[in-house]
């Protein structure tokens, strides 16, 4: 993948695509069940419920594995540690849940339900300026979702550093799903995406190895699968 930054017209065409390829997500959704406990992680022992009325919208796109919505009043309050366990290493994050309570609370409802496990991130892109790697879709097509969309959660002060962590979407209004992206350098972007935490130093430079091995096949914006596959196992807390 080429080193220089893009050309004005590429560059405005990965903003245009950082989302989905097609439709970010999809729709059959079913009544919550709320965090559930599993063996890895004890998903009740975080439950701090808060006032946040969550306005989750059922895709008719469909979903492309079944899944419960999330609770329609957040179930989490302040900063939630938790960690991706991949294929390239653990990758520790720190989740907002008071600056994007409705996120978090998808987030986490999805990682409950093992939503997350033995999914692949589909996009990597590594030119200055655009360093992130984008997950979250159980198809690896990046056209994947839980049936249902987020609210929107940005702010017009957001920026996108290394270690932000945020949300995907279509590029129409409160249109995410699933599918989110991990900064590892930082990315020009406007604010039109809702940042939902942080990662680490140590996850940052486990990502930064990623995206210096390149992509599979660079698609006309210069992303691409990455060449070294990043494979979700499990979602923890704590």
Known sequence: MPSRALPAVAAAALLLTLSACGSDDGGQATESKGPKSSESSDWKSIVKPGST??????DPMGASKEVDQPEKTAQYTGK???????????????????????????????????????????????????ALLQCGDPTGE??????????DEFKDTDTFPAGTLAMANTGQPNSGGS????????????????????????AIKTLEKVGEAGVAEAGPD???????????????VG
Do not use: W
């Open 53 to 58: 009325s969550c306005d989750y919208v059922e």
């Open 80 to 130: 939630v540690a938790a960690t991706i366990n991949t294929s390239v290493g653990p990758l520790a994050i720190t989740l907002d849940a008071d600056k994007a309570p409705c996120t978090v609370n998808s987030f986490l409802s999805l990682a409950s339900q093992d939503y997350y496990d033995a999914t692949s991130c589909h996009r990597l892109g590594n030119n200055p300026g655009f």
């Open 142 to 151: 990046g056209t994947g979702g839980p049936g249902y969309t987020i609210p």
């Open 179 to 202: 599918q989110f992206f991990m900064v590892f350098g930082d990315t020009q972007l406007p604010p039109a995406y809702t940042v939902f935490g942080t990662l680490d130093e140590a």
């Open 222 to 236: 210069g992303t691409g699968a990455p060449k070294t596959p990043v494979e979700f196992e499990t979602i923890t």
